[in-house]
């Protein structure tokens, strides 16, 4: 199954944004429901499910995540998981939107009859 941000601002997925990291609702109860608050406010048809998942995007940079993950990004570790404190709180509603080349499709391929292509061989 395919993961993405369930936050109603854009369509993050591990596809089209590999640099965030997506994270699971906690499992303290005050804590989830701070979160369904905050995507609430960004959809109203939400209903939280094992699936749902919130990016990195969506959290204050530093204050929310922990500083060993932080470290481990500074010093070019790419892959290294952003990891969040157990009580960090989405808050950024609506995030650098994520790069409108990478969610587009691509444009269609232009067709080319058998002779363009070859006089684009004779001139090369």
Request: charged share 25%.
């Amino acid at each position: 199954m395919p993961i993405n941000c369930v936050v109603g601002d854009g369509h993050r997925t591990q596809k089209n944004a590999p640099d965030l990291s997506f994270y699971k609702f906690p499992v303290d109860i005050s804590v989830q429901r701070l979160w369904v608050r905050f995507v609430n406010n960004t959809r109203s048809d939400f209903v939280r499910s094992d699936y749902s998942r919130v990016c990195s995007a969506h959290f204050n940079h530093p204050r929310d995540f922990e500083e060993s993950s932080l470290l481990k990004r500074s010093f070019g570790i790419a892959k290294a998981r952003l990891l969040i404190k157990k009580t960090a709180v989405p808050s950024v509603k609506h995030p650098v939107p994520v790069n409108e080349a990478a969610s587009a499709p691509p444009p269609p391929k232009k067709s080319r009859t058998a002779y363009q292509k070859r006089e684009t061989e004779r001139v090369s």
